[in-house]
């Protein structure tokens, strides 16, 4: 599972689209002051997708199937646990302000409170360590428990330290609950990252309702927005990258999982 971790982050920071823009433009300079002509082809390339990227909401094309593959559910009694995974904490400058840090996911957490309250009486497991190969001790765990003792809520949500990524969400939090789930348990996470984690989870035997938050995607707008453009289209790439990868590797039984039908089968339409 190390090797699996490792390759993925360094697999991922040479080829995520902003990364792999910086390197194409490096390349083409070092070749056009070598006088190969390709330099000059690949610098021309460089600039259209840069330029496309600009121009066109590729990001937001990408994102919007990722994020609309599973609706808010309506909620019911027949609800097992709430298990919320992590992303949204900066774990690094929360330690360094001594005060909890969110980034633009934070929608995850913040969900934990109102369906807290729905369930005051049912199990909830916040999941998430460290994703960083430089710096694992920075847990986005520790910055949850932090921010629910400010709260009171420190005795209310069971802590899941040592995940580093999605396969590793299921595994851990599975082995902290101590036995099998029974009833299905609200999985809530950002609305993009929800088909894979609904994939791992169902693959390891934990039935799971999904409660996207934290949406990304929104009306096509053809105008110049370089910044928000990359940063979609680096979400999307990724999300979509995850899947193939964790289907291949076998993490998740389906390539794009669905939501279950009525008769407890999978939709074998992708759309």
Request: charged share 20%.
């Amino acid at each position: 599972m190390d090797g699996f971790f490792s390759l993925s982050k360094i697999g991922w920071t040479l080829i995520q689209p902003d990364h792999l823009l910086v390197i194409l433009l490096g390349l083409a300079t070092l070749l056009i002051s070598f006088r190969i002509r390709s330099g000059v082809r690949l610098l021309w390339i460089t600039v259209l997708l840069l330029i496309t990227i600009t121009l066109f909401p590729v990001g937001n094309w990408l994102l919007r199937p990722l994020e609309t593959r599973f609706e808010q559910p309506e909620l019911t009694e027949d609800i097992g646990g709430i298990i919320v995974l992590g992303g949204g904490e900066i774990a690094e400058q929360s330690v360094l302000w001594q005060q909890p840090q969110f980034n633009s996911a934070a929608d995850r957490i913040l969900a934990m409170l109102p369906l807290m309250k729905r369930y005051p009486e049912l199990p909830v497991i916040f999941s998430g360590g460290s994703g960083s190969l430089l710096r694992p001790e920075y847990r986005g765990g520790d910055v949850v428990q932090q921010w629910l003792q400010t709260l009171g809520l420190g005795q209310r949500v069971m802590i899941e330290r040592n995940s580093r990524n999605t396969y590793e969400n299921a595994l851990e939090s599975r082995q902290l609950l101590k036995v099998s789930p029974q009833k299905p348990w609200l999985l809530v996470t950002s609305a993009y990252h929800m088909p894979r984690s609904v994939g791992v989870f169902r693959h390891q035997g934990w039935p799971v309702i999904a409660y996207p938050v934290d949406y990304y995607s929104g009306e096509d707008r053809y105008r110049p927005a370089m910044w928000k453009n990359l940063r979609d289209l680096s979400i999307a790439c990724r999300e979509w990258l995850g899947l193939t990868v964790y289907y291949l590797t076998g993490k998740i039984g389906q390539w794009f999982p669905a939501p279950e039908t009525d008769k407890g089968q999978h939709e074998t339409t992708d759309n």
